[in-house]
């Protein structure tokens, strides 16, 4: 396996902190193409490292696509051009021979950078802090067979409850909008009978804590879903418009606080 | 209507906004559109229709204000979504690109609002300020023929309205998005009825233009 | 020497628990807001444990190293989680489901902790649906269950295969709504670094803020360490990169007794090493095994294509040995043989691998079926190794996987150190020497969401700690030794990088304290270790600062617990003259090769307490069965 190696050439984003000026930085790198992309830059910093060199910052922690941690815009694609792929799945044998890699961290001004490639995703979680739960406490629970759920709506809760969180559709959607992260969330509860009970003040919520947050809004272009690593659909994003829209006209307590 | 304004004032809402004020607009655009078309009829079908409308007297003008004020919060609040969208990335990519061909139309939307409103202030100067304010004896239909004999007028008119046919093209099946309204079933529809509306209005007002530039020249 | 009390309650097995729940002490509402609680860990056990505290009314403090609860790794369990429901009416019970667990883990947990896991295990999934889990579901609209290894039931719920993910998401937004009552305060990108006990208590923890590197001091009257499990003592394991066993060690090292260590468990479907770079191992589910057929070829360093290995020239082991169970034998059997036939040479081209073979199944339920069942796993296995697995068979080969070993705690899952709690994987009770599939998920919810929010109480209650101000000396010592470390590790600045000695110890631990031990390759994995962890100490390059994010730093603080970790595991595995689950001593076993367990003189838990480096001191707490008769496992 040794001879068929990769050379690229790898153009980073390098910045010391928050306040820094970014730049990028080029590194030249051989690399074997079973190797995924993650490896490649853990291979790069044990070689900084020994050199004496500041290693690249970049995050990631389960490296099997499922919790979310790991996020690099990879040749203009956040986690990279193989559709329903996190960046840590991402192995070298997609890249060619002699090919210029760019990585970027997701740019978003609710995302801003730490370090390197690694920036700060925590509006994510004063989102789902906002409402993206059931209230219900422990122990109280009746059996769990005594609320029967058809399967087509436990597939598709199922289907927006797989969110990772990793924040691609921030970082692809030219918006930085959130909607999709959102919606995902709403979605889940908004067809499940558990969810019912604190149906809209859920989705108004959670929206008024994404738009304190400082994310963009949705113009449609769907670019979130195409590069969604768990294949998330935009139909969330028009279930939450409609749930959104019939709080606001049937729930009278709403607060709004103006932006 | 505090809450109601409150409401409106978030991100959903402004987009709420712009998908009525942006339906209703295509609604208008249809009237025009039917209007317009009187013109096949010759000359004096065209101005029976124009002094028809104009025999509304105070009911136009409730009807004109209406539709300006539709104009006004459509491209208010369009620029402002587009302000505060640009303001939260305010970094772009260094390399950017996408998994999915993105229609131009939605990708460059508030681009396309944009230059429809410049035209859109053209056309009313020449056409509707003209006839309201400078028509010296002329009747509508001899000002419009009289401008779309000239080439440079009729190709900016042209291409202008296929600006239009873009923009509509993504603003029908999105606001159809903002309300919710889609679902798998009927998806291919709206997604048929919003290609249809593009070339309606692109191709269907251009036909006026190149009618009258053409046999203006094969006239002459 | 420590005295080890189990505080296992009296009565009949069904009812200790129930007793013991009426006996506890209890806190009213209004004095539950005077008790601070820290969590450090927010998978499945530290945020359902946060959680619960918070609806409870305790004011909670609940740490992570990551940017978000939901990182976890309790997200990336695929399979299911166990229940004693009995819905698919096959015979289930709580005691079969008890029973199960303690038989699979070879007899060597606490008969009464492993009990109380069956028994709640049906409140888990009440709590879990009641939250919004979308469980799969059959068409009737009641829920699903599929079977699993060890057992004969159809018990285990799952959501596809992501499980763990929907499991911990609903935990994640029950803790979300408690950070949202205030009664919780999330403290993210924090790594615990020490515990701070005052006047024999736990009392409080130095953690290092891992944005700033700054050290911040908290306390409170409890610490629950819900830590996860070490597996990544290993280097390369299913577990996620981040994963580490320092928050337990420094308890440890504070004097928080370590039970067990040598239970670690190789989970034998995991993809092969595909080179040097290799980060981590990905797990395939164990439900493979069911239609896939377990080969090597019979000739040594044959590196033909498989396919054009002729039949007659392919050798089914397990089939062979084991015609009962053929390739269902349990994960400990179907790992040690992997590793047997591949120390042969007889491994794929003569490595460290073996083929799973869907050639037969192929014929049997055609290519659709398999694709039907396994779709998704064979689009894994394509995307990780670029080989088609419908045109080849796939190779795996085992990975270490799951620690039973941890923390020693008593029945109500407090440590030695009276206010130090230990939940989940961290703490060792409940699986004995081997754990079983889908039980991972149960026995963190379990002791989450149903046995310490009422144990706790009854610390609180009876021995009543105070309120201490962070200003202590405690403190101030505390902080200063971790301080040390920190600069110990940075000044150094030798040649080898953290990570290529981190490999070494892996190396190591998986070649003589991995699937199968000897007392001579212990010996010399101990002797070993000892020189390279002074190879740590004296070579180690570590750059950059304290005072910023540094991901070498906190890697190279992991790797110097784990040189530590890693030697004990080597001496508890040689002190344990048997063999027992996943821990399998060479010299101890039957004519058929088969484990050879010593109920006389090891059925007991051996807790290991720290003296200094490489010193520790043996407690035992001997395992009484009163109920459960112990019998070999036969699965031939």
Partial sequence: MANNHLHLTLKIWRQESPEAKGYFEEFKEEVSPDASILEMLDD????????????????????????????????????????????????????????????????????????????????????QQAGGY?????????????????????????????????????????????????????????????GQPERYERVHEMVMAMDESGFGSCTNTYACEAECPKGISVSNIARMNREF?????KIPKLEVKLR | MGWLTNSMSTSIGKKTIQAVTGILLILFLIVHFAGNYTIWGGEETFTAYVSTLESFGWFTHVIEILLALVFIIHIYVGLKLAWDNNKAKPQKYEVYKSNKLIDFSARYTWQTGVLILIFLIIHLLTFWYEFKFNANGRELYQIVTDWFRNPVYSLFYILMLITVGVHVSHGFKSAIQTFGWNHPKYNSWIEKTSTFLAWLFGLGFSLIPLYFYFTSVGGK | MVKLESKVPEGNLAEKWTNHKFNMKLINPANKRKYDIIVIG????????????????????????????????????????????????????????????????????????????????????????AQGVPFAREYGGTLANRSFGGAQVSRTFYARGETGQQLLLGAYGSLNRQIKNGNVKIYPRREMLDLVIVDGRAQGIIVRNLITGELEKYSAQAVVLGTGGYSNVFYLSTNAMNSNATAAWRAHKRGALFANPCYTQIHPTCLPVHGELQSKLVLMSESLRNDGRIWVPKKKGDTRNPNDIP????????????????????????????????????????????????????????KEGVKDKYGN????????????????????????????????????????????????????????????????????????????????????????????????????????????????????????TVDSLHKKLGQILIDKVGMSRSEKGLNEAIKQIRELRDEFWNDVKVVGTGKELNQTLERAGRVADFL????????DALNRNESCGAHFREEYQTEEGEALRNDEDYSYVAAWEYIKPGEWELNKENLEFEFVKLATRSYK
Wanted: charged content about 25%.
């Fill in chain 3, 564 to 571: 530590e970790l890693g030697e004990l595991m080597a001496v």
């Fill in chain 1, 245 to 249: 829209l019939k709080a606001e006209i």
């Fill in chain 1, 134 to 194: 059931v209230s219900f406490n422990t122990g109280s629970a009746p059996d769990a067979n005594s609320i029967p759920i058809s399967k087509d709506i436990a597939d598709l809760a199922l289907d927006a409850a797989e969110c990772i969180g990793c924040g691609a559709c921030v970082a692809a959607c030219k918006n930085s909008s959130a909607m999709l992260f959102v919606s995902a969330k709403v979605s889940q509860f908004a067809v499940l009978p558990q």
């Fill in chain 3, 377 to 496: 796993l064979f689009d894994m296995y394509q995307n990780i190794t670029g080989v088609d697995p419908y045109k080849e068979p796939m190779q795996i080969y085992p990975a270490p996987h799951y620690t039973m070993g941890g923390l020693w705690v008593d029945y109500n899952l407090m440590s030695n150190i009276p206010g130090l709690f230990v939940i989940g994987e961290a703490n060792f009770s409940d699986h004995g020497a081997n754990r079983l599939g889908a039980s991972a998920l149960m026995q963190g919810l379990a002791d989450g969401y149903f046995v310490i929010p009422y144990t706790i109480g009854n610390y609180f209650g009876t021995e009543k700690p105070e309120k201490v101000d962070t200003d202590r000396p405690e403190f101030k010592a505390a902080e200063d030794n971790v301080k040390d470390g920190i600069n110990k590790l940075l000044s150094i600045n030798g040649s080898q």
């Fill in chain 3, 42 to 129: 927010t998978g499945l056990a530290g945020a359902s444990a946060a959680a619960t505290f918070g609806e409870l009314g305790y004011k909670v403090k609940v740490f992570t190293y990551h940017d978000s609860p939901r990182r976890a790794h309790s997200i990336a369990a695929q399979g299911g989680i166990n229940a004693a429901k009995n819905y698919q009416n096959d015979g289930d019970s709580v005691y079969r489901l008890f029973y199960d667990t303690i038989k699979g883990g070879d007899y060597r947990s606490r008969e009464a902790n492993t009990y109380r896991l069956a028994e709640v295990s049906n409140n888990i999934i009440d709590q879990c649906v």
């Fill in chain 3, 311 to 366: 039949e007659d020239e392919r050798d089914y082991y397990l089939e062979r040995k084991y015609p009962a169970f053929g390739n269902l034998v349990p994960r400990d059997v179907a790992s040690r043989n992997a590793k047997y036939v591949c120390d042969e040479g007889r491994g794929v081209g003569g490595g460290r691998a073996v083929y799973l073979d869907f050639s037969e199944a192929f014929e049997r339920i055609g």
């Fill in chain 1, 44 to 127: 790069l910093n044990n070689r900084l490292e020994a050199e004496g060199k500041r290693p690249v910052a970049f995050e990631s922690d389960c490296r099997e696509g499922i919790c979310g941690t790991c996020g690099i815009v990879i040749n203009g694609h956040p986690h990279g051009s193989l559709p329903k792929t996190a960046t840590c799945q991402l192995h070298m044998r997609n890249f060619n021979d002699g090919e210029t890699i760019y990585l970027e961290p997701f740019r978003a001004a609710a995302f801003p950078i730490i370090k390197d490639l690694i920036v700060d995703r925590s509006k994510f979680d004063n989102i």
